[in-house]
């Protein structure tokens, strides 16, 4: 047998209309019941009154005691009962006898339906019971003599009890049209629902967004770099496993906001200090990331926004070359700069007819060029250090500042866990730094020594600039923070930082008016570690 399935939309409709049915249904049943009760009400009170006329008529008080009384009686109850419209009245004495009844044959005889023995108490009451003529409510009166002191009988009025069928034959207009409107309203409503919720869900099938929804699990976690999405209110909505792995947590962790997680600590500061936009380099879980921030954007309005994490080892081989190769052009571009302005003067000089000053000038300078060159190469071992130097010795060149180098200099050999290119970040970032402030300056020098010292790895970078003041020498680790205008600035110095607290270093910081310096050591058994 065939399965018929049905699509969402005609699922949703069905059970609305259903509902709707069955509202109806139920509202209709109660209804009905509630009429039936009203009615019940007035016919019991209706019942109460005529038995109670009755029981007040001379005629039966003074014969309801006689043999021959029902003559009298039987005559007068049916003239009532069919003036009233009641089913029956029936009037029996204290021994129950029957004085008058519908049924001619019944009188004479004993009432014992079994719910009269309250009323030879003096009681009145209504009762129901199912009689001769079907099921009815009876109004029980006690009949009292004497002015009400002795009671000779009792006088039963019943009135059938309308059933379900009759009440709902007499209101069938009224209930039909109110059903028929409720499902007609029941039915547009349902359709429009389902067609709303439907268009709502881009008219895709329960089927087909639970395929996309597993997709796009799918997908976060075959993803190389950690993917981390936040609501507006900075809360983790999706959460990939590389990223759970580069952070430090679990996936249970979702739904909990950045600043209640101790291991998001760095990216949390990042996003309240400013709305990140580029590229960030950060530390998480003790692991450098690169961070990239994209908003996320509903109806041209930001909703979120979806964070990326790639660990910095796996593009570090790629940005150490991206690194050699934009030094080497810019050493390049400096000592073609640097090339034309000693040809321009070695030109001058021999035009000058000056060929022995010539020749003593191209000899210092090759001289110089190549002390620094041998210099660096037999001292620092690692070839992308050693280049940085030298960039940034023929840069200070060009900025007429002498970038000098201490002569007991040496780095031989960098421990296990800890690479060049960290120690490019540092010297790269203090070196730039020193020569822009000493730009311009009197005595525009910059000191540069690296040693070993007492199990240390001790790196000293220092300028004959104008100083720091102490009220910025608090601020100058602050990512963003500098004293030279906005831009990309305010990084240098929060990488060092970073970079110097990772490998569980100190920073020393010395300055005044004679210039900076800035003191560097690194444990080497807590990088082995």
């Known amino acids: 047998m065939k399965i ?28 009905v019941n509630q009429i039936s009760d009203k009615m019940e009400k007035e016919i019991g009170h209706r019942a109460m009154a005529i038995a109670r006329t009755v029981a007040q008529l001379s005629e039966v008080q003074e014969n309801l005691s006689k043999s021959e009384g029902s003559k009298v009686i039987q005559p007068l109850a049916e003239r009532i009962r069919l003036a009233t419209g009641v089913e029956y009245i029936v009037i029996f004495n204290m021994e129950k006898t029957r004085y008058s009844h519908p049924y001619l044959d019944r009188i004479g005889t004993v009432f014992n339906d079994g719910d009269e023995e309250l009323s ?33 009988g009792v006088v039963a009025v019943g009135i059938l009890v309308p059933t379900i069928r009759e009440i709902i034959s007499t209101i069938k ?61 900075n809360r983790i909505t999706v959460i990939n496993e590389k990223a759970c792995r580069i952070v430090g947590i679990s996936e249970k962790e979702v739904g909990c906001r950045l600043k209640e997680l101790p291991a998001f600590n ?18 998480l879980n003790n692991t450098w990331v690169f961070v990239d921030f994209l908003p996320v954007r509903v109806k041209e309005q930001i909703v979120g926004r979806v964070i990326t994490l790639k660990e910095k080892t796996e593009v570090r081989k790629m940005a150490e070359e991206l690194t050699g190769v934009k030094t080497f052009i810019e050493a390049l571009r400096v000592q073609n700069h640097e090339s034309l302005n000693k040809l321009h003067t ?45 960039g940034k010795y023929n840069r200070g060149k060009e900025l007429k500042v002498d970038v000098l180098f201490d002569p007991d200099s040496n780095l031989s050999e960098l421990p296990e866990g800890f690479d060049s290119s960290t120690l490019t970040i540092i010297l790269g970032n203090l070196l730039e730094n020193a020569m822009e402030a000493v730009v311009g300056s009197k005595l525009s020098e910059v000191h540069c020594r690296i040693k070993y010292e007492h199990h240390e790895l001790v790196l000293s970078v220092e300028d004959t600039g104008p100083g720091i003041s102490s009220e910025n020498q608090a601020k100058i680790y602050q990512w963003g923070f500098s004293t ?22 100190t920073i020393e910081l010395e300055s005044g008016k004679w210039g900076t310096r800035f003191g560097v050591r690194i444990p080497l058994n807590k990088i082995q570690a």
């Open 4 to 31: 018929l399935h049905l699509k969402l939309g005609t699922k949703i409709a069905m059970l609305s209309f259903l509902l709707v049915l069955l509202s109806v249904f139920l509202a209709g049943v109660i209804i």
């Open 120 to 152: 030879l108490q003096r009681k009145e009451y209504l009762s129901q019971a199912v009689g001769v003529l079907g099921p009815s409510i009876r109004a029980f009166v006690p009949v009292l003599a004497d002015e009400g002191t002795r009671q000779v």
């Open 173 to 233: 207009t009224e209930l039909y049209s109110s059903i028929l409107i409720g499902l007609i309203l029941g039915g547009l409503g349902s359709f429009y629902l389902a067609s709303n919720i439907k268009k709502n869900m881009f008219s895709l099938e329960p089927n087909e967004i639970a395929r996309m929804l597993e997709e796009r699990v799918a997908i976060f976690q075959a993803m190389d770099d950690g993917v981390v999405a936040l609501d507006i209110e």
């Open 266 to 283: 760095a990216l949390n500061d990042l996003l309240v200090a400013n709305d990140p936009t580029e590229t960030t380099e950060l530390i």
């Open 346 to 390: 070695i030109a001058g000089l021999i035009q000058l007819g000056k060929a022995d000053q010539a020749m003593d000038y191209i000899y210092r300078v090759t001289e110089e060029q190549q002390e620094v060159t041998r210099f660096l190469s037999s001292k620092i071992r690692y070839p992308n250090v050693a280049g940085l130097l030298l």
């Open 484 to 505: 030279k205008g906005n831009g990309n600035r305010g990084i240098g110095l929060s990488l060092v930082k970073q970079t110097v607290d990772l490998l569980g270093g």
